[in-house]
């Protein structure tokens, strides 16, 4: 059974860093790529940040770039998300999701659809 | 960066067709997904490649995505096929996804 578990979420003062982790289980992880998105309590889904299976590739949303990196230890069956320099608009539920890519017509592996989500786990900043 | 846009919101009557729909510039050459996601829980795909059904999806659920417009289709909606629904894609230009801004759908 494919289970993805986030972990790592709690209140932080802005300014400050918090490493929040997804661990799979039920799959071959190192087979997948992961993605983190996050969703404001009653906004819509926002994406934040992919790694590709092996870790060869990493895209953050420009609207974290600089401050977000994303990481996985295909050993430990786990990525991660760093936050640094955080800020209130950075509350939201993280969600973690795998995609096993799309071969292209040109040959490349590229992000496709988000085929199992975690749980979330809630990060909220204050001011 | 590539935006995609949904309606806020779609009402439609139990035993109806609903669709939703998902705008971009030349969407259609990109391949679209759509997402359930019901008040508490995580977001779950309903139909990914345009057309594709993950197993477990009732074929009442169907696609279409052509020039500027991807389309859900919901055929003989039911009370449980409420839920807010989000279209996405993967823009190659700027190594992004995206997605939608979500439709709420209404049973009435």
């Known amino acids: 059974q494919v289970k993805l578990e986030e972990s790592g979420g709690g209140v932080v003062q802005s300014g400050k860093a918090l490493r929040v982790s997804c661990k799979g289980s039920?799959?071959?992880?190192?087979?997948?790529?992961t993605h983190w998105v996050r969703q404001t309590p009653g906004k819509g889904l926002e994406w934040v940040a992919v790694?590709?299976?092996?870790?060869?590739?990493?895209y953050v949303a420009d609207s974290v770039k600089g401050r977000f990196t994303i990481s996985r230890d295909n050993s430990k069956n786990t990525v991660f998300l760093l936050m640094t320099n955080l800020r209130v608009e950075d509350t939201a539920v993280y969600y973690c999701?795998?995609?096993?890519?799309?071969?292209?017509?040109?040959?490349?592996?590229?992000?496709?659809?988000?085929?199992?989500w975690g749980q979330g786990t809630l990060v909220t900043v204050t001011s | 960066s590539y935006v995609v846009t949904q309606p806020p919101s779609v009402s439609v009557a139990p035993g109806q067709t609903a669709k939703i729909t998902c705008g971009g510039d030349?969407?259609?050459?990109?391949?679209v997904h759509w997402y359930q996601q019901k008040p508490g829980r995580a977001p779950a795909v309903v139909l990914y490649?345009?057309?594709d059904r993950p197993s477990g999806i009732p074929e009442r659920f169907s696609g279409s995505n052509s020039a500027d417009t991807a389309t859900l289709i919901i055929r003989r909606v039911e009370a449980g096929d409420e839920a807010d629904y989000y279209c996405?894609?993967?823009?190659?230009?700027?190594?992004?996804?995206?997605f939608g801004t979500g439709t709420k759908l209404t049973v009435l």
């Open positions: 996405q894609v993967w823009d190659v230009t700027g190594n992004q996804l995206v």
């Open positions: 030349y969407i259609g050459s990109k391949f």
């Open positions: 999701a795998t995609d096993r890519f799309k071969l292209t017509s040109g040959g490349q592996f590229l992000p496709n659809y988000l085929e199992n």
């Open positions: 490649g345009d057309t």
């Open positions: 039920g799959f071959p992880f190192h087979t997948h790529g």
């Open positions: 790694i590709w299976y092996d870790g060869s590739n990493k």
